[in-house]
């Protein structure tokens, strides 16, 4: 359904952040790790999304395919600056752990999107759970007081 309004997404999305309990100065020490936690699997998986996009745009036949990428690279970057801003990650921060984690992934296809499968394999499930509900574990977590 979300997929059908992802308008509708964002907006629950930004609601999530800016309740009163989840701010920077009220929250307990397991919900702030659990949030820096979840901005990090953000960041590996827009890493991800990227380099696969690049890596399928290089192929016409795969163009469909880097575009929904591409679109899951953006949705998912705006979500975790926002995210970060909640959090206090500050914008250099947020652009090393994107560099660190782009950094590993090419490594790990040795630069050649020809490996691109090593990615897919790693990271296609989690980052597709992520991108569709990158607040799901903030969502089933109990706030402590």
């Not at 659990?34 to 590996?44: E, G, S």
């Not at 691109?116 to 759970?129: F, V």
Request: glycine share 6%; aromatic share 6%; net charge positive.
């Amino acid at each position: 359904m979300l997929r059908r309004f992802p308008g509708l997404a964002a907006v629950g999305f930004i609601i999530i952040l800016a309740w009163p309990s989840f701010a920077v100065g009220q929250q307990s020490e397991p919900l702030r790790r659990l949030r820096n936690h979840i901005h990090q699997d953000m960041t590996t998986c827009i890493a991800f999304f990227r380099l696969v996009s690049r890596c399928l745009a290089k192929n016409p036949q795969y163009a469909k395919a880097a575009a929904t990428y591409a679109r899951a690279t953006d949705d998912l970057l705006y979500k975790s600056i926002l995210l970060g801003k909640q959090i206090g990650i500050s914008d250099d921060d947020a652009k090393l752990r994107l560099g660190a984690a782009t950094d590993e992934m090419a490594q790990l296809i040795n630069k050649d999107c020809g490996n691109i499968s090593s990615l897919l394999g790693r990271h296609l499930d989690k980052c597709t759970a992520v991108a569709s509900d990158p607040l799901n574990p903030l969502k089933n977590a109990e706030p402590k007081p």
